[in-house]
């Protein structure tokens, strides 16, 4: 996860911070069954390939211990967290026999648990999860077993082997999990793989203390500190999210107060805005948008007309032709919207410079820049053609809705003028079919929408 984290990442954030205190669904109870019954099966096999010998009791109690103070410091990603354990799992390896290190794992897991559970602040269902989280440790348990040599007496090619065992089974572990508990795709969850960066370098601290620790148990103290400054970061980084999240919330709100807000002022163009979502959204999905584009699209396309808030409604609702003077007027709207937005701040200003596109004209003709062609933001260009298509397809105040065949063939004579040639063909294979039954229409009413429009402004809500 970036530093500043993209919408998907903040969508998924935001998911697992509400699910760490809530109890666990259908699909997370399964998913944890079915990594429970693979952690058996690996101890298991670890077992019967290298059964457990003599070990050092209070190192590995010392390991576990510390292990389980590493657990307690979260590194919050999308997708749940990491923590700094790599530093005392590589010494518990090295303390126990190689069949009990996931077994370990696991006591420390729980342990490091328990306490939130008995506070209350986890559902004790969340405990169910630690076997599938302590699957991690069976990569290097099976390596081990498998070369029937202990971590004390491997070299170098063999410890490297055992890392990348580890770091490969807990990747599957977690990839199986989020792709059935939460839907998550593989590139998201491979996008979250850095976290094994952090893994890597602090494997050479944790194998350090680790050779030392057969001989000297109490070394695995000295990793205590470091773990606090990690806690310190952590906590830093949490507030962070949570205050990135909470901000970005606000301007969520803000933007569907306007909407209401513009609903109320005029039903009509609320309506009319929530129709114009809808449809861009699929535009977008179809042109490929990421998400934060997606994002500034939906709330341009909901606030789109915003700045008609500013507009007398007897020029908003006349009935007749307007007059060059109001049509001055009426024009002031996208910049009157942009500047409504660009006081709420954020992304709203990002929002705010789409609305204030949103009746320029591929071929420059429009307002209130004269952009022409890809100078318009493409969200600008999607919501032209989007607020187009649900003007002529709606009642207004002046005339009745256009039939389909008619609204159709005035996108088709509009692409390369008024509207981006690409956004029309993505719009009309997303409604042609729907309107292919629709009544057919003579072409006499788009005349008459001109006719009461300044010169180009053809099938424009004004």
């Known amino acids: 996860m970036q530093l500043d984290p993209s919408v998907e990442e903040q969508d998924r954030l935001a998911e697992t911070l509400r699910l760490e205190g809530a109890s666990m669904g259908a699909p997370e109870l399964r998913a944890a069954a079915g990594l429970t019954l693979a952690f058996l099966a690996g101890v298991g096999l670890a077992w019967a390939l290298y059964p457990p010998s003599v070990f050092h009791p209070l190192a590995a109690v010392l390991s576990v211990l510390v292990f389980a103070v590493a657990t307690r410091v979260p590194i919050d990603t999308p997708f749940g967290f990491t923590a700094p354990t790599q530093l005392a799992f590589v010494p518990l390896v090295f303390a126990v026999p190689v069949a009990l290190a996931p077994c370990s794992v696991l006591v420390a897991l729980l342990a490091a648990g328990l306490p ?31 070369a029937a040599t202990s971590p004390a007496a491997a070299g170098a090619a063999l410890l490297i082997a ?28 491979l996008a979250e793989s850095w976290v094994y ?22 070394y695995v103290l000295f990793l205590v500190p470091l773990l606090g400054l990690f806690a310190f970061f952590s906590r830093e980084r949490r507030r962070r999210l949570e205050s990135l999240l909470e901000l970005n919330n606000a301007y969520r709100g803000t933007a569907l107060v ?12 609320g309506e009319h805005s929530k129709g114009v979502v809808a449809l861009a959204l699929e535009v977008g999905e179809h042109l490929g948008l990421d998400g934060e584009r997606t994002r500034n699209l939906e709330f341009a396309a909901l606030l789109h007309d915003v700045g008609k808030i500013a507009v007398p409604k007897e020029i908003i609702n006349k009935p007749g032709q307007l007059s060059p003077e109001e049509w001055t007027v009426i024009k002031t709207h996208t910049v009157e919207g942009e500047r409504m937005l660009s006081r709420v701040g954020g992304f709203m200003r990002e929002v705010g410079m789409i609305v204030r596109s949103h009746h320029e004209r591929w071929d420059g003709g429009g307002y209130p820049d004269g952009l022409a062609g890809e100078e318009i933001p493409l969200e600008a260009r999607i919501i032209t053609c989007c607020d187009s298509w649900n003007a002529m397809r709606t009642d207004r105040s002046y005339r009745r809705a256009l ?14 003028t008024q509207f981006d040639p690409c956004v029309v063909d993505a719009l009309l294979t997303l409604v042609a079919p729907a309107e292919s039954a629709s009544p057919q229409a003579s072409l006499s009413a788009p005349a008459a929408e001109a006719a009461r429009l300044a010169p180009g402004a053809l099938g424009a809500t004004s």
Do not use: K, W
């Open 197 to 218: 960066g952090i893994d890597a370098a602090l494997s050479g601290i944790g194998y350090l203390v680790a050779r030392e620790v057969p001989e000297h148990p109490a």
């Open 116 to 146: 939130d559970v008995l506070r209350s602040r986890t559902p004790a269902s969340r405990l169910l999860s630690a076997p599938g989280n302590a699957c991690f440790a069976l990569g290097p348990a099976l390596v081990f077993a498998l």
């Open 162 to 189: 055992a890392l990348l065992a580890e770091f490969a089974v807990d990747f599957l572990a977690s990839s199986m999990r989020n792709a059935f508990s939460r839907g998550a795709s593989f590139s998201s969850q």
């Open 403 to 416: 039939p389909a065949e008619a609204a159709i063939e005035e996108l088709r004579s509009g692409s390369g």
């Open 258 to 269: 306007l909407g209401d807000v513009v609903e109320a002022d005029d039903g009509y163009t």
